[in-house]
């Protein structure tokens, strides 16, 4: 996902790299300021996925900005026996030591005939304040998304599955944009990308027919390099816009 780091105005970085970032990148800025080591977060992270996963780390992908104090996290997960061959589960996350923003992380999926750059991100954790115990919250937070971190693959997996099986007409496509637009899932301003994209898609996606499946992955497409938070509250909003689209019994695909 180098693109992605690129795209966040990131320098590309190994953990390796960052375990070499000397403690000028540390310094706290206020009395009360508790900064991280950039690979400390990432190792917490490859800790809890071990610890209460199933799961293992296949890539990891970092970039730092801001003269090393800002920096961003992909891991790509997979699972043993992993029947999901058009997409994959990851952790992003980002971090900074000089106050920009606090310690984020989520659960996000990438379908791999895509642009690196085209993800959604599912669920995530609340942000850790960089106050004394930061290392602990973290921790615990990471460790309770980590417990559920199964479930909501399978859960994933279904969803994904429906969008494949439910055929969707031009029109029905059109409201489901709108809606899009309503719910605050898709910047108004992008809804004539949306629907191009997914008349005329930029790549052969996994479904039988017009589905709703590449009417998602339009929105993904169009929505790839969108600021982290932003795509967060995007994705959650679209999936209910999706799930509640109606008459799915009598549209699935045969």
Known sequence: MSNLMLHCGAKPATFHDLTLMDSDHYKPMTPTHRPLPHYEVADRMKQSIRRYTDYSIVAEEYGISHKGKNCFGVMSLKKHNDQHNDYEIFYAWRHSNNM????????????????????????????????????DTFDSRV????????????????????????????????????????????????????????????????????????????????????????????TQKLHKVFDEYPNYSHMQIN
């Open 100 to 135: 920009m923003f606090g310690l984020r992380a989520g659960i996000g999926s990438r379908v791999f005939c895509c642009d690196n750059m085209a993800f959604s991100v599912e669920s995530e954790i609340m942000g850790c304040k960089h106050t004394a115990n930061i290392g």
């Open 143 to 234: 460790d309770d998304l980590n417990r559920t971190l199964e479930n909501k693959d399978e859960e994933l997996h279904a969803k994904y599955d429906r969008y494949k099986n439910v055929r969707i007409s031009y029109r029905d496509a059109d409201h489901v944009i709108m809606q899009s637009v309503r719910a605050g899932a898709l910047p108004k301003t992008k809804t004539t990308a949306v629907d191009a994209e997914w008349r005329d898609p930029s790549f052969k996606y996994d479904s039988n027919g017009i589905s709703l499946w590449d009417l998602f992955n339009a929105f993904t497409y169009v929505n790839q390099g969108t600021f982290y938070a932003d795509q967060i509250k995007r």
